[in-house]
Structures are given as structure tokens and as C-alpha cells.
């Protein structure tokens, strides 16, 4: 027989010991977690059989679900079966239905854009056109909420829906029968070349589509003669992680680190560039403001402590908590938080949450009336907060969002009173809409294309008047120093939405980044050769 060693047993003792040790953590942990079930079990148990008035008990327990979750931080939540699959389009980049933007003006459905290449554009739905009746369900005039359309409007792949559709010019109502399918919802919302040399790539979310959308915009860009870029971020709230880090990879050469996770129980995973990237060697600007986050901040991040892109704008958000999803029984949902994440040099970018999840959703808030958002000094970042970049040692901020290399006040003098009412009370795209069905065929005779549209269409004075007085039917009196004060803005945004609704999407933003104050200084930057960075 075999000997064996002492050392041997010694080992052997010792794993069992600690494996019996184990098992008694978890079966500790075990009779804890049960407990407390068992607990919240007897409390819905005494409500529903004793309680004074009737309850529906499955809504208390997701209420219960819901508060407890909201405890822990304020992105882990509890997502109803309901809500399940709109919160999955966002992941996936797609949905089924018959593929329009809407909006809805005075109680009517106005279809503001056909998608191309989708069911409503097939059958001949027009933009202007408006839905009255849907499987001949009267949806105009009845008051009908704005959440009920999406339930009528979308389906199955392959089933049908009949619309009634009223049309300027036509004395009866148009049928049409539209077969549902597969609508993409795309990541990149325009990408083209701002000046010989530069291009321009706007990011509206992170989906499993971003990656591939993103790299297909970067090589035609790169034919068209790009050799650098600004990457708009603003206002992109973020979405898949993994999307974040297939974007970065696009910058980075290969072996460098994009970010790492770590959690009490999960181990630190360093997610590291690969040899692909589209544009790894050019000149790059990232813009965010306060609404990027998630995985905008990580793609600046990485970005920033590579010193690959100079960032301008103002501080992100400052989600720097990662979810993973975990079905629950009846098609509900679980979004936990299981790590935080790092940048390249070790920041972690998530802003305090101790104060509960009310003070944390109105930070913005408080950051907008502490000055932050149009003074640079206002804010103060500990030693604590300080780290340096990979290659150049600049210092960087963690704690709160990503700080930009380059600071842009935000400009409060064109958002007036006036403005807002107008634009609140849907009287500015009601009027754009209206006027721009009118006149589509005389705008796109005289303007065949955009870029005859941007160098020859200015807003015509009856249409801002007819602004002023549909203001007034609605409550809204005439402001003259408001009206003067966000006049330009309101003109260039107006001539943007009838260039989105007669052109294609991308035109909106090429009329808009006019008066881009983080964008027009990046393409300074750029021009004069010091945006960052080529990598070394």
C-alpha cells in the first residue's frame, strides 16, 4: 500500500477544515437570508388576511422590493414583467412595430419621421401624416395616453395593424395595413466631417448594435479624409458596459487597460484592448456635460488616462456602479449592483449616494444652483481625489463624475421664460409641425438637398409669429425682452427640426452644432494641432 507523506495530510486536513469552515459561513448566511424571508412572508401573510381594507398583495410585495432595493443604492431596482422588455430594446438596439417617430400635438398623432427601410416607409406613410384610428380604435381627439400608443403601434414580427391616417390635401381618411417587423433603434445619431480633415461622430446610448455602428462610421469617416475627431457624448446617459468597451478599444492600442470591476463578492476583471481599433492613431476630442454617464464616463475615462482624447465640456455624472441583470419567476427582473468600476489610473467616478436616492437624482440640481455649471472653481477636489494620467502624468479627478481637460460654461442667457413656456406647452413643435407639412413640397423644390437647405433656408417671420400667437391661445403672453433674448437659439432650432423631418436624422445635428460651444472649441483645438493625443 502507499504510503503517504504527512505534509500531504497535513494539506488535506487543512483543505477539509477550511471547506467545513466555508459550508458553515454559508449555512449561516443560508439561515439568515431565509429568516428574513420568512419574515417579510408573514407580514404580507397578516396584511392580506387582516388588513381593514382590501390589498393586492403582489403589488405590496414589488412595492416592498422596490423601497428595500432603493436602500441599497440608487441603480440596483426591481423591473416589473411589464417593463421588462421595453428596459431589453435599450440593451438590444431593436424593437417590433411598423418603425415611425412621433409625437403627439392637441391630442392628434402626428408621425414626424418614417424609419427607412421599415414597414411604414414601404407602404407609403409620409411624415405629417396624421394617425386618427388604429385596428379602428379612434386615437385622435380622445385624450388617449401617450403610453397607450406604444401598446397599438407595436406587435409581433409579422402581424399587421390597420391605421386610418388623415393627409393635408385629402378629403378622406387613408387605410393602410402595415406588417410589423424588426426596427432598429441605432446608437450613432450622425456622423460626418465638420471641416476637411476632422470628423464628427455623435453617440446617443450604448447598445449591443454601438460597436459595429461605430466602426462602420469610423471607416467611411476615415475614407472621406478624416485624420481627426470629436467624440459627442453629451447627454448620453450610457447603457451596456461591454459597448463601452469595444468603443474605447476603437482608440486604444492593444494591451492597454479600458477599466477594471471590482466587487465584495467579485474579483477585480480588467477589461484590456485588443489589436483592433478603427482609429488609433488620430488626433481626439471626447465631449460630455452632467447627463453623461455609465458608459460614457468610462470610454472618457480611459480616454483621458491614456491621454489619448482631451474631454471638454463640463463634470459627468458620475455613475460609476455596475448592474448585472437577474430574471426573477414571472418574467420580472433584478438589476444588481455587484461592483464598481475603475478607470485606467484607478478612479472610481460614482458620486456619494448616502443622502438617499431623492438628494442623489437632484444633485444636478444643486450643482446648477452652487455655480457649477457656468464657473469652473466652484468646485474643490480633495488630495484624496487626485490621481495622474498614464503617459503624461496630468492630474485627473475621481469621486463624482469626469472632470474635463477643457472647461465650457454652460449658456444660461438663452434659455428664457418665454422659451421654455413654448416649448413646454408644445406650441414651438406643434407650429414646426404644421408648418412644415405645408410646405414640404414647395421646401424640398426649392431645397433639393440639405446642403442648399443650410447655406439658403432662414425661418420665415410668419412662422415665428404664428408661434407668438398660438403662445397666447395658450396662456403663454408675449415676452419681448424673453422673445429677443432666445430668439437665435429658437430660429436655429427651428430650421434643425424642419431639417430632421425633410432630410434624414443626421441633419438636425449639423444645424444644431452651430452653436455647440464644446464642439466648436474642440474643432479649435483640433485645427490648431493641440487636441490629444496621438498614442506614444
Not at 439561515?31 to 403589488?59: C, G, H, P, W
Not at 385622435?140 to 390597420?162: F, Q
Not at 476603437?250 to 494591451?255: I, K, M, P, V
Not at 403672453?477 to 427651428?494: C, T, V
Amino acid at each position: 500500500m502507499k504510503r503517504v507523506s504527512a505534509p500531504y495530510i497535513r494539506r488535506a486536513m487543512l483543505v477539509l477544515a477550511v471547506g467545513v469552515w466555508a459550508w458553515g459561513e454559508c449555512a449561516a448566511q443560508l439561515r439568515t437570508v431565509q429568516e428574513s424571508a420568512n419574515k417579510i412572508a408573514q407580514v404580507l401573510f397578516y396584511v392580506d388576511q387582516m388588513y381593514v381594507d382590501t390589498t393586492d398583495i403582489n403589488a405590496l410585495a414589488e412595492t416592498m422590493i422596490t423601497k428595500g432595493l432603493q436602500s441599497l443604492d440608487p441603480h440596483s431596482a426591481y423591473i416589473p414583467a411589464e417593463e421588462v422588455e421595453a428596459m431589453s430594446e435599450q440593451i438590444y438596439g431593436n424593437f417590433e412595430g411598423i418603425g415611425i417617430s412621433y409625437n403627439v400635438f392637441k391630442d392628434t398623432l402626428h408621425v414626424i419621421q418614417t424609419i427607412p427601410g421599415c414597414p411604414s416607409e414601404k407602404v407609403g406613410i409620409l411624415p405629417g401624416d396624421r394617425i386618427i384610428r388604429v385596428d379602428g380604435k379612434t386615437i385622435a381627439g380622445v385624450n388617449i395616453k401617450r403610453s397607450e400608443i406604444p401598446k397599438l403601434l407595436r406587435g409581433p414580427r409579422g402581424s399587421k395593424v390597420s391605421l386610418e391616417i388623415e393627409r393635408r390635401g385629402e378629403k378622406e381618411l387613408l387605410p393602410f395595413v402595415v406588417e410589423r417587423d424588426k426596427i432598429p433603434l441605432h446608437s450613432v445619431d450622425a456622423a460626418y466631417m465638420l471641416r476637411p480633415g476632422i470628423g464628427y461622430l455623435k453617440l446617443n446610448s450604448f447598445s449591443v448594435t454601438t460597436a459595429k455602428e461605430v466602426e462602420d462610421a469610423l471607416e467611411r469617416l476615415t475614407r472621406e479624409g478624416m485624420e481627426s475627431l470629436v467624440l459627442d457624448l453629451q447627454g448620453n446617459g450610457g447603457g451596456v458596459m461591454s459597448a463601452a468597451i469595444e468603443l474605447s478599444d476603437q482608440f486604444l492600442d492593444a494591451g492597454k487597460l479600458i477599466v477594471y470591476t471590482q466587487g465584495e463578492h467579485q474579483r477585480r476583471q480588467d477589461a484590456v484592448a485588443t489589436a483592433k481599433g478603427a482609429f488609433e492613431k488620430g488626433k481626439v476630442a471626447v465631449l460630455i456635460d452632467e447627463y453623461s454617464a455609465s458608459a460614457s464616463e468610462i470610454t472618457a475615462g480611459a480616454l483621458q488616462d491614456w491621454d489619448r482624447a482631451t474631454v471638454i465640456g463640463r463634470r459627468s455624472f458620475g455613475k460609476g456602479l455596475v448592474q448585472r441583470p437577474i430574471p426573477l419567476n414571472g418574467g420580472a427582473e433584478l438589476r444588481l449592483t455587484v461592483a464598481r468600476y475603475y478607470t485606467p489610473s484607478g478612479r472610481n467616478i460614482q458620486k456619494p449616494y448616502s443622502g438617499g436616492v431623492e438628494r442623489y437624482y437632484k444633485d444636478l440640481e444643486r450643482r446648477y444652483r452652487h455655480g457649477e455649471l457656468v464657473h469652473a472653481d466652484s468646485v474643490q477636489f480633495p488630495d484624496s481625489l487626485k490621481y495622474t494620467t498614464r503617459v503624461e502624468g496630468r492630474t485627473v479627478y475621481g469621486g463624482g463624475g469626469i472632470w474635463p481637460d477643457i472647461f465650457i460654461p454652460m449658456d444660461t442667457t438663452l434659455y428664457s421664460p418665454y422659451y421654455r413656456k413654448v416649448l413646454a406647452k408644445g406650441v414651438l413643435l406643434t407650429e414646426i409641425a404644421r408648418y412644415t407639412e405645408t410646405n414640404r413640397e414647395r421646401l424640398l423644390a426649392e431645397y433639393p438637398d440639405f446642403s442648399r437647405y443650410e447655406k439658403g433656408f432662414t425661418v420665415p417671420e410668419s412662422l415665428m409669429e404664428s408661434i407668438v400667437a398660438e403662445g397666447e391661445k395658450e396662456d403663454i403672453a408675449y415676452d419681448e425682452e424673453g422673445y429677443r433674448r432666445s430668439e437665435r437659439y429658437m430660429r436655429m432650432q427651428i430650421k434643425a427640426i424642419i431639417a430632421r423631418s425633410i432630410y434624414t436624422p443626421d441633419t438636425y445635428y449639423r444645424v444644431v452644432n452651430g452653436m455647440n460651444e464644446p464642439l466648436i472649441r474642440a474643432v479649435e483645438l483640433l485645427e490648431a494641432g493641440d487636441g490629444k493625443r496621438e498614442q506614444r
